[in-house]
T-cell receptor, first 114, second 110 residues
Framework: DVKVTQSSRYLVKRTGEKVFLECVQD?????MFWYRQDPGLGLRLIYF???????EKGDIPEGYSVSREKKERFSLILESASTNQTSMYLC?????????????FGPGTRLTVT | TQLLEQSPQFLSIQEGENLTVYCNSS?????LQWYRQEPGEGPVLLVT?????EVKKLKRLTFQFGDARKDSSLHITAAQPGDTGLYLC??????????FGPGTRLSVLP
């Protein structure tokens, strides 16, 4: 079974703190993603990476950065957390299966910024 | 910009009823995925469809990819409370990116 793990299920941080969210996948997938999910807004892509040390901005990259030093690990960094970054953060990895791609998600990190 | 729409947005039914939810786009996708997400958890992949007209079955769930690969449907037969959750469709187009629909929130009452 594909396994995507995230470092924390729940996290509470103060405004202005630097926040690290870690994601690890164990299936040697090339591609990894960070999304945030908010009520009424659905899943929105923050950043993705298709190779080690490679990163691409998604739809809402402002206020975030990422790091991918190893193939299995993709980190999301909030440089200075703000209350509008309170959200559910989902990490995913994907690979090509036949003519399609399949994506697998971690359990999510619910971040609250106070 | 590729967009996916899902309908209905909300659905509440009694145990044992059948239902169909839809995922539509004006764009063509090379593949389409369906996920189910429970509260506080990440989405779980149910199926991937890649061929226009393809039908896949997963126990009581039947998934169909439209002939033109722009739309898909999910049919649940004899729904059970365990089917409750948010159903998401996502399209992928020969690349690594996925476009997600807003989801259908299903509630199956015992």
């Amino acid at each position: 079974d594909v396994k995507v793990t995230q470092s924390s299920r729940y996290l509470v941080k103060r405004t202005g703190e630097k926040v690290f969210l870690e994601c690890v996948q164990d299936m040697d997938h090339e591609n990894m993603f960070w999304y945030r999910q908010d009520p009424g807004l659905g899943l929105r892509l923050i950043y993705f990476s298709y190779d080690v040390k490679m990163k691409e901005k998604g739809d809402i990259p402002e206020g975030y950065s990422v790091s991918r030093e190893k193939k299995e690990r993709f980190s999301l960094i909030l440089e200075s957390a703000s209350t509008n970054q309170t959200s559910m953060y989902l990490c995913a990895s994907s690979y090509r299966k036949g003519r399609g791609y399949e994506q697998y998600f971690g359990p999510g990190t619910r971040l609250t910024v106070t | 910009t590729q967009l996916l729409e899902q309908s209905p947005q909300f659905l509440s039914i009694q145990e044992g009823e059948n239902l169909t939810v839809y995922c539509n786009s004006s764009s063509v996708f090379s593949s389409l995925q369906w996920y189910r997400q429970e509260p506080g958890e990440g989405p779980v992949l149910l199926v991937t469809v890649v061929t226009g007209g393809e039908v896949k079955k997963l126990k009581r769930l039947t998934f169909q990819f439209g002939d033109a690969r722009k739309d898909s449907s999910l049919h649940i037969t004899a729904a059970q409370p365990g089917d409750t959750g948010l159903y998401l469709c996502a399209g992928s187009n020969y690349g690594q990116n996925f476009v997600f629909g807003p989801g259908t929130r299903l509630s199956v009452l015992p």
